[in-house]
């Protein structure tokens, strides 16, 4: 087969996840397994969902929660997705400005880089709003299907607030996030890199959380494509899956990091500097004013600790969240399909590879900072251990 002969069109938001789509491209790794790929950026979720459903892009870096919405239907037309690679774990961080960072610090018990202590924290700042009718506090989040969103919400919860009914959520691209925050729209927002480093570096904001604070685990992007393409394109699919694998071992080589981060800041991709991916790459943010940094290690997975390849584990939990915000009924035919999306078959068929024990990660393969330990076989008695505490009802029955 001559090169470039399997023409490809796959949609992008600029974020550091979508790396190894910029270096399969880059590094002729697509063009070596056939492809002419053409990469498509796109400025919001919705778009990027709704070009892949009709068939405009074959393939997409799509938010995980996104991909099973569209399984089962929920907010949209039902659109069976299949993810065979993930593109990224973990990378989200959450962002709050200097004047909530400053509540949350004067009403902190403990450590605020305890996600309890700052939830709590929070909670004490969202009853002075109340009783101050000051209005409520807003947060952004990318897409109601993501996990920007159920990040927010899962530590919001855990300190008592009721993120539908305490505070305000509303839906922001990421690259228009640090404006908002600068503006002073929103309080704060959970994004993925390199937004949240950008809102820090340019002295707007601070990273209070880095998402694997939350969840030490947890799929953030993956490689969506439509059932149908992939029913009738293995052999296509399993070239795809290798050019992306040579991607990943290539951007996890340290060695590599200045030129991935050059590949991926180039016109009509990431407009942020080269410096700021490599970081991101390397889990060391500037996190806070006279270039505070923090560093971890799963700060964002693009292939270590076997991040490529898909767990349907994550899939039952983004389900879980799901329901239990009011976004899809508890049902068994659903958690099914829910799981369903993720394929790990198709990604050990090609490389194979099978699941394994891996140490330090989280038993649960979730790892989250509060509640119980995530079971995929019992989501129902997993959520009944979430009472709904809303602060305002607090409020209400101490004015009594």
Not at 212 to 222: G, N, P, T, W, Y
Request: proline share 7%; glycine share 8%; charged share 25%.
């Amino acid at each position: 087969m001559r090169r470039g002969d399997i023409p490809l069109r796959i949609g992008f938001i600029p974020l550091v996840d979508a790396a190894p789509l910029f270096v399969a491209v880059d590094k002729q790794f697509a063009a070596e397994e056939g492809f002419d790929v053409e990469l498509v950026r796109e400025v919001s979720w919705s778009n990027v969902r709704d070009k892949l459903n009709i068939g405009l892009f074959d393939a997409a870096h799509l938010l995980a929660p996104v991909a099973i919405a569209s399984s089962l239907g929920i907010g949209h037309v039902r659109v069976p997705i299949a993810a065979p690679i993930n593109l990224g774990v973990n990378g989200n961080a959450i962002v709050v400005s200097h004047e909530l960072y400053a509540k949350l610090a004067a009403h902190a018990d403990g450590d605020l880089g305890d996600p309890l202590v700052s939830a709590q924290a929070l909670a004490r700042v969202v009853s002075d709003q109340d009783e101050k009718a000051a209005g409520p506090l807003t947060f952004g989040i990318t897409f109601p299907f993501s996990n920007h969103n159920y990040q927010l919400r899962f530590w919001m919860g855990a300190g008592g607030v009721d993120p539908d009914e305490d505070v305000q959520l509303v839906v922001l691209p990421p690259p228009y996030m640090v404006d908002s925050l600068a503006n002073g729209h929103i309080d704060g927002f959970c994004v993925g890199a390199p937004w949240n480093s950008v809102a820090t570096e340019q002295g707007v904001g601070r990273v209070l959380h880095f998402g694997c604070d939350i969840q030490a685990r947890m799929v953030e992007k993956v490689l969506a494509l439509r059932e149908p393409w992939i029913a009738k394109s293995a052999d296509t699919l399993s070239r795809l899956l290798r050019a992306l694998d040579r991607a990943v071992a290539f951007i996890d080589d340290p060695e590599n990091l200045d030129e991935v981060a050059a590949i991926m800041t180039a016109p009509n991709r990431i407009n942020v500097a080269p410096e700021m991916i490599r970081r991101s790459l390397e889990g060391s943010l500037v996190v806070g004013p006279y270039d505070e940094t923090r560093k971890s290690e799963r700060y964002l997975l693009i292939g270590r600790k076997g991040a490529a390849r898909p767990d349907p584990v994550h899939a039952a939990w983004i389900y879980a969240q799901m329901v239990r915000w009011g976004q899809a009924p508890l049902s068994s035919t659903l958690f099914d399909q829910a799981q369903a999306v993720f394929r790990p078959d198709i990604y050990d068929a090609v490389f194979g590879r099978r699941d394994s024990r891996l140490s330090g990660e989280p038993k649960d393969r979730v790892g989250a900072f509060a509640g119980p330990p995530f079971d995929p076989k019992d989501i129902a008695g997993y959520l009944s251990a979430w009472p709904a505490n809303r602060i305002k009802r607090r409020v209400a029955v101490r004015r009594k």
